[in-house]
């Protein structure tokens, strides 16, 4: 009691003394804590007003799907800076929580806290409630803006409705009064662009030739750079009479989209050039923009059609169809973009300058007839031809469906439903167009992924010439082109799609952008360009650790003439710590917070402790050879049954080969755990043993000078330590001998080995010492057996056994007689 009532008078003095810092300090931090409400205020009230004014166009009648896309994109970036208001007070809400916490709570009732203390505390639960009162208005604009944006998806979908379902009345359309109108339109038109034609000729033709030949550089660039890149692939080849499916595919979609785009090309530059040079005026400019939309459909359509049926090259055709109905079909293709596109034109022609709501009805009325027209005579035809030369038709469920279109966008136009009507005939020519040139290009995508097409393509049959890539990297490099055509196709068609069935650039964009700041799954959010940045961060710091792994060891361990093993130690090393840092750096560019892995840790451990045991002892026994070296990369060792060459040490495993060329896994546990002899620990000097038995009756002093002789007569032979023949033993069938001899590489110690047992037969033959094959009569000692025992039995074994002794002793006495015959005289 005594000591809490001494520490509490130290604490009160402690700040009485430091009472005028602090309250300096206080009133510093209120004054910029205060700024920032007040900041972050007229921040939420001009948030607030610019939503007030944007839900007042919202109720507008005359916001067409365009408008209210555009008020849509405004009302999110509203929302978004109101939550980033709100998060600026992030760091001070923590900094007030975490100092009310070292105040500690608040006294209960009757209690009192010293006045410094309770003068804190006040104020900073004050500061507190007008941040939160602050960042409560922010998330209810942010509300207030969610349910802004749902009815404008509400109003859309009805816009939508309406105009697909909407009636109109054909009688007032198709009236003379309506020819009249489509005179009168014409008139202006070319009024219109005759005067702006005689401005441009006579003014700004410098202007526009100057901007014609540089949008025809630019598109001659394309077109020729990818004709020179890619050889033939844009047109078929007609010497070839039996093309690949994958060179078909390949040449309708590239000579389809490359031309394509080139052509867009240089309408785009040629527009912007227009446009910066001043050439074009407001309604030119709009007519121009249309009518270059019109003519790059119509080319997309006729190129895709001629490359996908080829009338000219019945070879190279996708579809085999016979040559009159491909010709049929490129027309009636082209007819129906033509309509269509013409359909388009006046449609802007007609909402720019003006012209009255009859004269839209009869123009989408004929356009549509004439495209439900020409679906029902697609679908009629009879493009196949039978065994028998006779022609069949399509297949029934594509022929219905042709004509079905075909009938229901003409009983729509004549009912009345014009705006359905033509929103199917665009979909049909449009869309259809898309789908078959995406389709066309996934075909080609998948063909060049399977094994050995992208060996068939020009590509890679120019790299197999030209470079050293292997089958094998060969198909590997033509996954990647799978994998990147079929992300191209996507980027480039799926925003096609989507607005050809009425989605507004505008949602493309809100969607592309929800996507790579982050999609919410339940309390998960994942980042698509977080992740995209993760990966490429750490292929980024991957590329740079090997590449300054390759560096480190030939550049500068190599130059050192740093050992080996050394080298392979460091390389490892560095190998590991650079991915592991590029990994690290990498999670946190995708903006994943690593104090969120403390749960996969535990449960790692939780792992480790169970089921992991022995992948992280061969990882810890793996880092252990690394940095001790007991062996190296190069070294003949032996472990338990295995003896070989050490060719890779990881983390995880040893890699040996045999000389058998077998290669043998060991988990590094067993090479630490276990004795492992290593034969070129330090060096590579080495003894080899070579055993050789002479038959008894031998001169063995004579044996054992020409052993030595031939041990020291060998060049690998090392003089020191000296060779040595030991006399090992008097074997049961020889006289055993041993040369024991060391060489400077053991490696070499076959080699030795047989070397010298060849000397050894050589000179054994000329000195006439026989080597024994056949063993001496052994005499074995058999255990007593049991009684009773067999006399007859035992009288027959033991005769048996003088005659074995008999027969061995009058062999030895032949071979000894015969050798002391042969022997040459002693030259002494």
């Known amino acids: 009691m005594i000591f809490r009532l001494l520490r509490l008078i130290l604490v009160a003095m402690v700040a009485v003394a430091a009472q005028p810092s602090l309250d300096a300090m206080a009133q510093a931090i209120g004054h910029g804590s205060a700024q920032l409400i007040a900041d972050q205020t007229k921040v939420i009230q001009d948030?607030?007003?610019?939503?007030?004014?944007?839900?007042?166009?919202?109720?507008?009648?005359?916001?067409?799907?365009?408008?209210?896309?555009?008020?849509?994109?405004?009302?999110?970036?509203?929302?978004?800076?109101?939550?980033?208001?709100?998060l600026a007070f992030r760091s001070r809400l923590n900094d007030i929580n975490n100092r009310i916490e070292v105040l500690g709570p608040a006294p209960a009732q009757g209690q009192q806290e010293p006045a410094i203390v309770a003068n804190e505390r006040a104020a900073l639960t004050a500061e507190k409630a007008e941040i939160n009162a602050v960042v409560a208005s922010a998330q209810n604009l942010s509300i207030r803006i969610s349910g802004l944006v749902d009815k404008i998806a509400t109003m859309r979908s009805e816009l939508f409705r309406s105009v697909l379902t909407k009636r109109y009345e054909l009688t007032d359309a198709l009236s003379p009064q309506g020819f009249s109108d489509a005179h009168d339109q014409f008139t202006g038109l070319y009024k219109a662009v005759a005067s702006w034609l005689t401005f441009a000729l006579k003014f700004k033709f410098q202007a526009i030739l100057a901007a014609t030949l540089m949008a025809l550089a630019l598109a001659a660039v394309l077109l020729i750079g990818g004709r020179r890149l890619f050889g033939r692939i844009f047109e078929p080849n007609p010497s070839v009479e039996d093309p690949s499916y994958l060179s078909r595919l390949s040449v309708a979609f590239w000579s389809t989209l490359l031309p394509t785009a080139a052509l867009v090309v240089f309408f785009a530059s040629a527009v912007f050039f227009f446009n910066y040079y001043n050439v074009l005026r407001g309604d030119i400019g709009t007519f121009l923009n249309a009518l270059l939309a019109v003519v790059a459909m119509v080319f997309c359509v006729n190129r895709l059609t001629n490359a996908a049926l080829e009338p000219r090259l019945p070879n190279w055709r996708l579809i085999p169809v016979a040559t009159g109905p491909a010709r049929w079909l490129v027309r009636l293709a082209t007819a129906?973009?033509?309509?269509?596109?013409?359909?388009?034109?006046?449609?802007?022609?007609?909402?720019?300058?003006?012209?009255?709501?009859?004269?839209?009805?009869?123009?989408?009325?004929?356009?549509?007839?004439?495209?439900?027209?020409?679906?029902?005579?697609?679908?009629?035809?009879?493009?196949?031809?039978?065994?028998?030369?006779?022609?069949?038709?399509?297949?029934?469920?594509?022929?219905?469906?042709?004509?079905?279109?075909?009938?229901?966008?003409?009983?729509?136009?004549?009912?009345?439903?014009?705006?359905?009507?033509?929103?199917?005939?665009?979909?049909?020519?449009?869309?259809?167009?898309?789908?078959?040139?995406?389709?066309?290009?996934?075909?080609?995508?998948?063909?060049?992924?399977?094994?050995?097409?992208?060996?068939?393509?020009?590509?890679?049959?120019?790299?197999?010439?030209?470079?050293?890539?292997?089958?094998?990297?060969?198909?590997?490099?033509?996954?990647?082109?799978?994998?990147?055509?079929?992300?191209?196709?996507?980027?480039?068609?799926?925003?096609?799609?989507?607005?050809?069935?009425?989605?507004?650039?505008?949602?493309?964009?809100?969607?592309?952008?929800?996507?790579?700041?982050?999609?919410?799954?339940?309390?998960?959010?994942?980042?698509?360009?977080?992740?995209?940045?993760?990966i490429v961060v750490f292929a980024i710091g991957y590329f740079l650790t090997r590449w300054f792994q390759g560096w480190l060891d030939g550049s500068v361990m190599a130059r050192g003439k740093v050992d080996t093993g050394v080298r392979n130690s460091i390389r490892l090393a560095v190998g590991y710590a650079g991915v592991a840092l590029a990994g690290l750096v990498g999670i946190s560019a995708a903006g994943i917070d690593l104090s969120n892995l403390a749960l996969v840790a535990g449960a790692l451990s939780l792992g480790i402790g169970f089921g992991l045991q022995n992948v992280v002892s061969n990882f810890v026994s793996g880092l252990i050879l690394l940095a001790e070296r007991p062996f190296k990369v190069g070294d003949w060792i032996v472990a338990g049954d295995v003896s070989g060459t050490v060719r890779k040490i990881s983390v995880r495993a040893t890699e040996i080969e045999t000389f058998q060329r077998q290669s043998v896994i060991l988990p590094n546990s067993n090479l630490i755990n276990n004795a492992v002899g290593n034969w070129t620990h330090r060096n590579k000097l080495g003894r080899v043993d070579i055993k050789v038995g002479v038959a008894y009756g031998s001169d063995v002093r004579r044996v054992h000078a020409l052993l030595l002789d031939i041990a020291r007569g060998h060049p690998m032979v090392l003089k020191n330590p000296e060779p040595f023949a030991l006399f090992a033993n008097f074997g049961a069938a020889a006289l055993e001998f041993e040369i024991r001899v060391f060489v400077a590489d053991v490696m070499n110690g076959s080699i030795v080995q047989n070397d010298i047992r060849f000397a050894i037969l050589d000179a054994f033959e000329d000195e006439h010492i026989e080597i024994p094959s056949t063993p001496r009569a052994v005499v074995e000692t058999k255990k007593q057996e049991s009684w009773p025992i067999d006399d007859d039995k035992i009288e027959v074994e033991f005769a048996e056994r003088e005659r074995l002794e008999a027969e061995a002793a009058v062999e030895q006495a032949r071979l000894a007689k015969t050798k002391r015959r042969g022997r040459k005289p002693d030259p002494s």
Request: proline share 3%; net charge negative.
């Open 336 to 534: 129906m973009a033509v309509v269509l596109g013409f359909n388009y034109f006046l449609s802007v022609v007609n909402e720019k300058m003006g012209s009255p709501l009859s004269l839209t009805i009869a123009r989408s009325f004929v356009a549509t007839i004439i495209v439900g027209v020409i679906l029902i005579l697609m679908g009629s035809l009879r493009p196949f031809r039978a065994e028998d030369g006779s022609r069949r038709p399509w297949p029934a469920w594509l022929r219905f469906v042709a004509i079905g279109l075909g009938l229901s966008t003409i009983a729509a136009a004549l009912l009345g439903y014009i705006g359905l009507a033509l929103f199917v005939s665009v979909q049909v020519v449009v869309t259809g167009t898309t789908l078959v040139t995406a389709y066309i290009g996934f075909l080609s995508a998948r063909a060049i992924g399977e094994e050995g097409g992208f060996a068939d393509t020009s590509v890679g049959r120019w790299l197999s010439v030209n470079s050293s890539y292997e089958d094998t990297a060969l198909d590997q490099l033509g996954l990647v082109v799978s994998i990147a055509i079929n992300l191209m196709i996507v980027l480039v068609f799926l925003p096609l799609i989507l607005l050809m069935w009425g989605f507004q650039p505008g949602d493309i964009e809100a969607w592309a952008y929800k996507l790579a700041t982050g999609v919410t799954i339940g309390s998960v959010t994942i980042s698509v360009l977080g992740i995209l940045t993760g």
């Open 47 to 86: 948030l607030t007003a610019k939503a007030d004014g944007l839900e007042k166009k919202i109720g507008d009648p005359g916001e067409d799907d365009a408008g209210l896309v555009d008020i849509r994109l405004q009302l999110e970036d509203i929302s978004r800076a109101a939550l980033n208001s709100a």
